[in-house]
């Protein structure tokens, strides 16, 4: 009997499976489309972060002493609090100064690895993903994990008018028959590493 493809799992937009980045085990990432509301929780350890933690400030400082007329050069990132004032010191003459910096603002990520699929505010690793013949396969949580699975184990893909989209736009080397096995085993192996 074939199988039919009916979609089954719905909620595969709602969280990301990453890596703990203190335990290696999992962690989930929820909300990653507003970085102040994005919440990263581990189940497995104490690890539990939100978007706005991670919000950092840098100060550049860049003038000619007053004095001497000698190029003073200034840059320090990890300020929790936009800097106001910086004190600098002049290296040929030795005078210092109360300067304030031109500042930026930018999220303190872990940081990401060349080649790997991360979450767009923490910078964890996605739990699930290898490498696939030259190419990155990846699932953002069970759900979509076993939404794939349902997918790519039907042996009829008939097109439905509406709700498909995940699927539908799912790479090719996912969708080609001949990786079928290849990849039912993948997702298998990842839903034995999950528990
Ligand atoms: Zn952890
Ligand atoms: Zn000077």
Redesign the pocket.
């Known amino acids: 009997m074939k199988k039919i493809y009916k979609q089954e799992y719905f909620n595969y937009h709602e969280s990301i499976l990453v890596v703990?980045q203190?335990?290696e085990?999992d962690?989930t990432v929820k909300n990653e489309y507003c970085h102040k509301q994005t919440t990263l929780e581990?189940r497995?350890?104490d690890?539990k972060k939100t978007g706005l933690d991670l919000i950092a400030y840098k100060a550049f400082i860049n003038l000619y002493c007053p004095v001497c007329a000698h190029q003073i050069r200034y840059e320090q990132g990890n300020f929790k609090e936009k800097p106001k004032n910086i004190n600098v010191k002049c290296d040929e003459c030795d005078s210092s100064f109360q300067i304030q910096p031109k500042t930026e603002k930018y999220l303190n990520s872990y940081p990401k690895e060349e080649g790997l699929i991360h979450d767009p505010v923490f910078g964890c690793p996605y739990y699930f993903q290898t490498d696939f013949k030259g190419k990155l396969f990846w699932a953002k949580n069970m759900e979509h994990l076993l939404e794939m699975e349902n997918y790519v184990s039907s042996d009829l893909r008939i097109r439905l008018p509406y709700k498909m989209r995940m699927v539908e736009k799912l790479p090719t080397f996912i969708k080609d028959a001949k990786n079928r096995e290849a990849i039912l085993k993948i997702l298998q192996k990842w839903k034995n590493l999950y528990k």
Do not use: G
Request: hydrophobic letters at 20%.
């Open positions: 703990c203190d335990c085990n962690a581990c497995h350890c690890l």
